[in-house]
């Protein structure tokens, strides 16, 4: 009975399509095997998700002479096998009745129908308990494993498992590693022998057993070495960056004792991700995008000729822009200028002057270079112990200094003879420390003085032509300026006030451009210069005769933005400067057209990045950091610097435009008003959008510098969280974006409110939590608990402290639900919305 009883609970059958392996048509799928059971030539494994399967196949097409045992994407073809069981020992077509069973003591073997073992996993020993027995299966990562269950399927921990014996695919979760101890217990990948042939083939990849400090190497079946990257530097692997920069992948470098091990996780755990080492050596991460496009290749390690060890001789430099060798820039030249170009250059370079170590030999220090081959570890040391024991050590020829193990440890790390596979890493590369003669030091610091002298005496004569160069412009400009304010007044003497209903001295800085200047810009407004729309028209890109690029804002005639709010726009931006402010350089009327002509921001509006899935990377929290606080500079400038106090009223992601160097720019002043009071005023018009309004605003009608403050607290704690504000939903409470951010503030737990995203950036966490707090004071629920513009700045510069101050409750800080407003029918708040934007009409009570 106990038998039966087994065979039915691990059992899951049911019919399938067709496999998609060669000449294999799977009658029946099963999730595990038990004990005894066979899994015949003709049924698979499958994981629990449906994603991976374990069966025979057949690796050519059409089949030939062999099978094998092997593990492959359920539901991907042409057919992707990531596991070879039985490389070495394939199975002729000539067997009948190929089988795989599992035996009781955890071994599972492939029979033929005469019970003929054709291959065996590594025995491991195993005693099972009283009631338990060993069962096989299929893992969700693909991880074959055989485990100790009960006859529930309670299982504890693996007997075996596949991830410790890779074949030529590296899966997410799967390891390399090496034991430094005996380094025999080496975890590597190797390639197929061709593309139809899963036995051993010529290459392997994993850690380099020949050095002291971890690197990954491929060589050959002989033992050569192609291609290495490293040492390990705490971060990455030294000529690696674009590994470790990847977005869609994140390695892991684990120190056990004398251990080590490597392997990479999916940042999306829903996308197949894979790296493979091809018959032909190739290193790619391949990702499944689709049906229609197959595996894509996101990265490719031995990418060109730089990745050769040695490709540029001893030290020899490898440029992979070029492509080109070239010798250390100071103190060495090549030993045979006749091979010395292209990548025919294994011969190297050589020393101009030797070295003399008991006549003082010195270090020169070498920035942003993957660090050479064949290093040694001298142990934990600091920078200059390090740099005085290779002093004293004549073979030593360089040196530097790593924090390997992660944990502030500095590392003294040197390399005992000719230094080679060097080669330029542009944003990420290491510093290396090289031994000199003190007669190419004596050279090069003569040199560096030289240069000084020349490069002191180029700055004052370039500083003396510009002075006279901007005298001359200011002198023209003088009296170019001279000579147009006469022409205005002229001109204004016979003309009538403009159709703005003002004089045009008011828009002196603005230019008036023609329609069809305009059309020709924008190619007559075509659709593929469009980069943005809205309630108020769309946004054009365009290119005036000179070349100048700029952003050409067309309103709708059904825009709610009016006569009144153009001429707004017009007449406050040409009176702002401000380098957090969008520039305004002309507008044009003709007929029913109104458009405003805008300086053009390469990078558009903040909203289309930080809410975006994948572009919210571009913005790392030091980015995030600038434009908080170049948003705080720009309303400080309108309400207590320019010459006239303004309110924007519509402060928004949307309306904060980013420069080429994420420098924000505050836009779309239809909606500011010109302040005369400090106190505010108040309107029965309400204009404004959903989530960025102050209560007294809504309720009231009223505004003042504290609204905008109210605004700018929404949108910090946007940036720092990634959330909008108006539609934010959690699944443990109905806050909006700032009540939840007030309830990790109470709880202590406020660090949570940042972005995902930039835990992947070095970030100072104080100045997180400051943005947070600072957020939480402007989004007070009354406008005398607010900060101040001049206090945000003071403080985030550091000029001030907020330790004392603690924030209350937020103003509506529930979530999208208008209830709780004091609205109390609908007849009292005309509510009108249109494209995020809000207009609210309030009747007297």
Known sequence: MSACFWVFTTLYLYTSNASPITGISSSKTIESLATNQQLYDGETLVSPDQRFELGFFCPSNPCKDVKFLGIWYKNIAPTTVVWVANRKRPIRRTSSGVHLMLDDSGVFVIQDGSKRVIWRNPPKSYSPSAGRKPVLQLLKSGNLVVRDCDINLSCGGYIWESFNHPSDTLLPGMELSLDYGSRLRYRAITSWRKKDDPSDGDFKFGFDRSVQAPQLVLTKENGVRLSRWGPWDGQKFSGMNSLMDNPILSPTLRFDDDQVSLKFEALNQSILLRLVLSPLGSLQFLWWK?????????????????????????????????????????????????????????????????????????????????????????????????????????????????????????????????????????????????????????????????????????????????????????????????????????EQEQSPLTEFGGSQEEDSDCRVFELDEIATATNNFCTSNEIGSGGFGRVYKGELPRGEEVAVKRLAESSWQGIREFKNEVTLIAKLQHRNLVKLLGYCIEGNERILVYEYLSNHSLDHIIFDQFKKRLLMWDNRFKIIKGVAKGLLY????????????????????????????????????????????????????????????????????????????????????????????????????????????????????????????????????????????????????????????????????????????????????????????????????????????????
């Open 290 to 490: 689709s049906r229609n496009e197959g595996w894509i290749t996101i990265l490719t390690l031995n990418k060109d000729n730089c990745d050769r060890i040695g490709s540029c001789g001893p030290y020899g430099i490898c440029y992979s822009d070029d492509p080109s060798c070239r010798c250390l820039e100071e103190g060495f030249m090549a030993i045979s200028s006749v091979d010395w170009c292209g990548f025919e250059c294994s011969s190297g370079c050589k020393r101009k002057n030797d070295l003399n170590c008991t006549a003082g030999d010195g270090f020169l220090k070498y920035e942003q270079m993957k660090l050479p081959d064949n290093s040694s570890v001298w142990g934990a040391l600091s920078i200059n112990e390090c740099e005085n024991k290779c002093a004293k050590e004549c073979s030593c020829m360089a040196y530097t200094s790593l924090n390997m193990y992660g944990n502030g440890s500095i590392i003294c790390v040197v390399w005992l003879d000719d230094l080679i596979d060097l080669r330029t890493v542009h944003g990420g590369g290491n510093d290396i420390y090289i031994r000199m003669s003190h007669l190419e030091l004596d050279s090069i610091i003569h040199k560096t003085k030289r240069k000084k002298v020349i490069w002191v005496a180029s700055i004052v004569l370039l500083s003396t032509i510009i002075a006279c160069a901007l005298l001359l412009i200011i002198i023209v400009r003088y009296f170019t300026m001279l000579k147009r304010s006469k022409t205005r007044a002229l």
């Open 638 to 845: 309108l309400h207590d610097d320019s010459r006239l106090r303004i309110i924007h009223r519509d402060l928004k992601a949307s309306n904060i435009l980013l420069d080429s160097e994420m420098n924000p720019k505050i836009s779309d002043f239809g909606l500011a008003r010109i302040l005369a009071s400090e106190k505010g005023e108040t309107t029965n018009r309400v204009i404004g959008t959903h989530g960025y309004m102050s209560p007294e605003y809504i309720m009231n009608g009223h505004f003042s510098t504290k609204s905008d403050v109210y605004s700018f607290g929404v949108l910090a704690l946007e940036i720092i969280s990634g959330k909008k504000n108006w539609g934010f939903q959690h699944p443990d409470h109905n806050l909006n974006l700032l009540g939840h951010a007030w309830k990790l503030w109470t709880e202590g737990r406020s660090s949570e409110l940042m972005e995902p995203v930039l835990g992947d950036s070095i970030i100072q966490e104080d100045e997180i939590v400051k943005c947070i707090h600072i957020g939480l004071l402007c989004v007070q629920k009354q406008p005398e608990d607010r900060l101040t513009m001049s206090e945000v700045v003071n403080i985030l510069q550091g000029e001030h402290c907020i330790n004392v101050r603690q924030p209350d409750e937020p103003g509506f800080f529930a979530g999208r639900s208008m209830m709780g407003l004091g609205f109390s029918t609908t007849a009292e708040r005309d509510l009108e919305s249109v494209n995020e934007v809000t207009m609210t009409t309030i009747s007297g009570r």
